[in-house]
Structure formats: C-alpha cells, structure tokens
C-alpha cells in the first residue's frame, strides 16, 4: 500500500505513526524499536567481522544506518535509504563514512519527510533561543569543549563525507 492509501483507508493509524514512527507498530506489525531490539545482535555480530554485504529492506538498513553514522531515534525513521543503492560504510577514528553507489535502476522515491506535529515545537523555533556565543558550562577545562563549536550537535560526530551525502539526499526532496 502507497502511504496516501494508508491515509484514506486507515486515518487513525496513519495520524498516530506521524505522531511517534520509531514506537509506532502497525497491526500485527513490527515498530522501529522492535527492529532495533531485533537487529542488536546482528549489529555485535556486524561490528566483529571485516567486509560485510547486507541486502535489505529499507527500514532495517535504515536501523543499520542509524547505528554505524550515530543517529537517535528521532532521526532513525527519517534517514533517506534510496532504492537501488550500494550504501558503503567505511569505519573511521570517529564513526563512518558513507559512500553512495547509484546502480542506475528506476524506482519510485517512497522517502517520506519527518510531518511538522501539530503542538510539537518547530526546530526552527527552538533554535532561536540557543545562545552560539555562550560555552559550555564545565568545571575543568576539557579539549573536547574547546573543539566543540555551536554548531556541532550534541554527541553526534560525522565525516565531511557523511553530512555532505545525506544533505544532498535530503536536498533531493525539496
């Protein structure tokens, strides 16, 4: 089913798994959380062996995804997983380094953007009152909040490489 039939045959479901997509579970169904509860031992397995090839569905290569490149769970369910595209993943210092390889197949974009919640506050918003000049607040000066900058997300680290693939991908739907 397309999620504009979805929406016409099944409103309710359609509107609580707009409201949470990582908890949300379908009838009979299977959530984000439960895959991610699923996937954890083959993500330990994973992380043991060298050269890897995983072939997938989008939601548990999106799981995959979310673990290696170090996005929350609010993040998970939106990551853009193109159809018809090797995803290499490079191990680094710091994360991993993703790399598109486009196989050149036609498929339909079944990407569907995070939906703005109706109550729920816009990003936007909220960065409004983030204050880039103030640092942060420590008791011992640490090299690591003297690298931080106010642009840097909270816990998350990233190659060049990784932001700049998934910004062109996300950049694909507007």
């Known amino acids: 089913m397309t999620y504009e039939e979805i929406q ?6 359609f509107a609580a798994r707009d409201q949470d997509k ?38 548990v290569l999106r799981c995959l995804l979310a673990y290696f490149l170090d996005k929350n769970s609010d993040e998970l369910p939106y990551l853009r997983v193109p159809l018809h595209t090797i995803l290499k993943l490079t191990p680094m210092a710091y ?26 506050l816009d990003p936007v918003f909220l960065k409004q009152f983030h204050q880039p000049d103030e640092e942060p607040k420590t008791d011992t000066p640490s090299s690591i909040a ?15 490489t990784q932001d700049t693939e998934i910004d062109a991908l996300n950049a694909q739907d507007t």
Not at 26 to 46: F, H, K, N, Q, T
Not at 51 to 57: F, K, M, Q, R, T
Not at 101 to 119: C, N
């Open 8 to 13: 016409e045959k099944f409103p309710e479901d």
């Open 22 to 59: 990582f908890h949300y579970r379908y009838p009979r169904g299977e959530s984000y959380e439960d895959l991610v509860a699923r996937l954890e031992p083959v993500i330990m397995e994973l992380e043991r062996q060298e050269n890897v090839l995983v072939v997938a569905h989008q939601a």
């Open 95 to 120: 994360g991993c380094d993703l790399q598109l390889l486009q196989i050149g197949i036609e498929a339909v974009d079944t990407h569907r953007e995070k939906p703005t919640v109706p109550g729920a």
């Open 146 to 160: 003297e690298e931080s900058t106010s642009d840097d997300k909270a816990g998350e680290t990233s190659s060049p």
